[in-house]
């Protein structure tokens, strides 16, 4: 990919030229007395205070660099000007000279993430298009959609990758996909955490080639960079230097080494510019940090290089001449250039998709996803045909002889525990790995919680039809079950309704922990519930005073659904392999399980509300880790 590249030609609309862009949707950012404070309570007193009153402005049409030791704030001070972080912050951030609103501000910036979170299993143009219906919404026609995708994807030297899955991408094509799916929808504002991270020299070259031509545009371009070679340094217009939480350097590349000499430190001779601020901002040169940020008063002026004299930022006159809040629908009409996002009037809405095209777009990208993914296709299909067969021999022909009834329970409550976990162990798994990406999605305004919820769950329903079905068809015939297809269909749907609620506890733990915890948790949580199923202890067994616990665990539902289904509704005398069996009749046999008076409609329905409220618990959480994920 060549470091020159050009977006003159980046869409019909790119603008009529970029003037369009820059008159009607070019975006300055400017903050006045920033503070950020981690840890819980309403003031700042007695926390770790991350940003000290911290000022600045970001123009657009300039690639801005924040640059910093490790925990110097330059991360939490992109969160904040980004409108990802919010609680513990003070100070002011303006938006063109009024202060910013929030949910306006997030439709019209994005956020791309140190990580390149993907969905590895989709192709480069099947996740650009899927952006691109989601980001910019039925108001743009389809062709006009393909004709965008086509410009980002040769812009971005995307094109020859276009039918590559992501998992065999370079880290520079993952990154400028990234970066690709977020400008679908032409965002004045763009956010990047530390960008060229895990790339080599000349592909992080190449990237911050790329971001200073998108500034060209008339965007404005924010990213935090780690040690920038001298090259890479020459590439931004602007750099924002921050140190133990303040602002000791606020200009452009070529007045650095003049202003660090105007504080009486001496950069080396062919040494690098970006170097040597860092090394000063790390305290090895000694305690001059105070001086540094007196020197642009904290970020509120900026550095001249040809003077050497600093003159007043545009943080106070915006904060002066900010006599009231932009327009909401003035702010959307700010964006022009590429094929926008067009939202309707209404400040309530804030996608560019209605919620049916959301859920559709979504269906089908997780449709592929899964569908190509080893784990949740090949080896579950490989698994439940193994252990199906295994089971089969295990219990080969006990199904009809009363002499081995308890076997064939035992059976009975081995199926249900497989369908459970093989149901919701590998979603644990990928559910998991998945929220990074619907993070990030969701953050940057892609569809709402509701409509990836909704799509996620409508495309897990054929499989956890699909694998049961595989599983009981062959275990049903081998260990002779009663040949009656109503039977086999009462069995069958307790196992279906088993792996929903077993899938539907996995997304719950996978969305409420991370791997290592949700993979310890998923699997030990359901023990006191199948503890509680009537197959180790039968109801008139448990003590009165937690009885009453029975009722909450869907293991009782499914074990008396399938019992019901194998033994009850009047089955004829069962077969007896020895001279006398004392179980012969099924309904003695339900009898001895206190299950006479269960009802296997009432199954169905405790197995249901099981599904809702694990399905509604998991929805919860993945909304919770939304609110406090940064």
């Known amino acids: 990919m060549d470091t020159e590249i050009k977006l003159s030609g980046w869409s019909p609309a790119l603008m009529t030229g970029k003037t369009k862009l820059q008159e009607g949707g070019s975006l300055d950012l400017t903050f006045c007395d920033l503070s950020y404070c981690v840890g819980k309570g309403k003031f700042c007193k007695k926390l770790k205070t991350i940003l000290h009153q911290i000022s600045g402005s970001f123009k657009s049409g300039q690639l801005t660099a924040i640059l910093g030791p490790s925990g110097a704030g ?13 609680s513990g912050t003070q100070g002011k951030v303006y938006v ?19 990580k390149d979170h993907l969905l590895r299993n989709l192709t480069v143009d099947e996740y650009i298009i899927s952006a691109a219906h989601l980001k910019l919404g039925n108001a743009v026609s389809n062709k006009e959609k393909i004709s965008t995708v086509e410009l980002v994807m040769k812009t971005l030297g995307l094109t020859n990758s276009q039918h590559t899955r992501i998992s065999r991408l370079s880290g520079g094509e993952c990154k400028r996909l990234s970066i690709a799916l977020e400008l679908i929808d032409n965002p004045s504002v763009l956010f990047l955490d530390e960008p060229t991270s895990g790339l080599d020299s000349s592909s992080s070259l190449q990237c911050v080639a790329l971001l200073r031509e998108i500034a060209r545009s008339g965007r404005t371009v924010i990213a935090t960079i780690h040690q920038p070679s001298f090259r890479m340094l020459n590439h931004f217009d602007h750099l924002y230097i921050v140190a133990s939480g303040s602002c000791i350097y606020q200009g452009t590349v070529g007045s650095l080494i003049s202003y660090f000499k105007s504080m009486n430190l001496n950069c080396p001779s062919f040494h690098n510019p970006a170097d040597f601020a860092l090394d000063v901002a790390s305290g090895e040169y000694g305690d001059v940090l105070e001086r540094l940020v007196s020197g642009v008063e904290n970020g509120r002026k900026v550095y001249q290089d040809t003077s050497m004299e600093t003159t007043t930022s545009a943080v106070e006159s915006n904060s002066q001449n900010n006599t009231g809040d932009i327009d909401a629908d003035e702010e959307v009409s700010m964006l022009s250039g590429l094929p926008k996002k067009k939202l309707a009037t209404g400040s309530r809405l804030m996608y560019a998709a209605p919620f049916h095209t959301q859920v559709a777009v979504l269906l089908g990208r997780t449709w592929r996803t899964i569908w190509r993914d080893k784990i949740l296709t090949t080896m579950r299909l490989g698994v439940h045909v193994l252990v199906a067969i295994l089971v089969g021999f295990l219990y080969w022909q006990i199904g009809d002889d009363a002499a081995s009834i308890f076997n064939n329970v035992g059976m009975i409550f081995f199926n249900m525990l497989f369908i459970m976990a093989a149901a919701m162990m590998p979603t644990v798994l990928t559910f998991a790995l998945d929220t990074e990406v619907l993070i990030r999605e969701h953050l940057n305004q892609w569809y709402s919680l509701k409509a990836y919820y909704l799509a996620r769950t ?3 329903i054929p499989f956890q039809i699909f ?31 088993l792996s929903l609620v077993g899938q539907g506890f996995g997304l719950f733990f996978g969305a409420a922990f991370d791997i290592q915890v949700a993979s310890f948790f998923a699997p030990t949580s359901i023990v006191p519930i199948f503890l509680l199923s ?27 659904g399938s019992m019901l289904s194998v033994y009850g509704y009047d089955r004829s005398p069962l077969s007896c392999s020895e001279s006398y069996c004392h179980f ?9 399980f206190d299950l006479t008076r269960s009802s296997y409609s009432w199954s169905v329905v405790g197995l249901l509300v099981n599904y809702i409220l694990i399905r ?15």
């Open 458 to 460: 409508l495309a897990d």
């Open 616 to 630: 509604t618990a998991g929805y919860l959480a993945l909304r919770f880790k939304l609110r406090h994920v940064r």
């Open 96 to 114: 063109n000279g009024a202060e910013r609103n929030f949910k306006t501000f997030r439709k019209k910036s994005a956020y791309i993430t140190q």
């Open 467 to 497: 694998y049961p079905v595989v599983y009981l068809v062959p275990v049903y015939l081998m260990t002779d079950q009663p040949m009656s297809l109503e039977r086999f269909g009462l069995l069958l749907a307790m196992m279906i309704w």
């Open 584 to 592: 012969r009749f099924p309904e003695k046999f339900l009898e001895q």
């Open 74 to 86: 330059k991360t939490s001070l992109m969160n904040i000007l980004a409108g990802l972080k919010k």
């Open 534 to 560: 009537g197959f180790f202890v039968t109801f008139d067994s448990i003590p009165r005073y937690i009885s009453w616990l029975t009722y909450f665990s869907f293991a009782r539902y499914g074990f008396e």
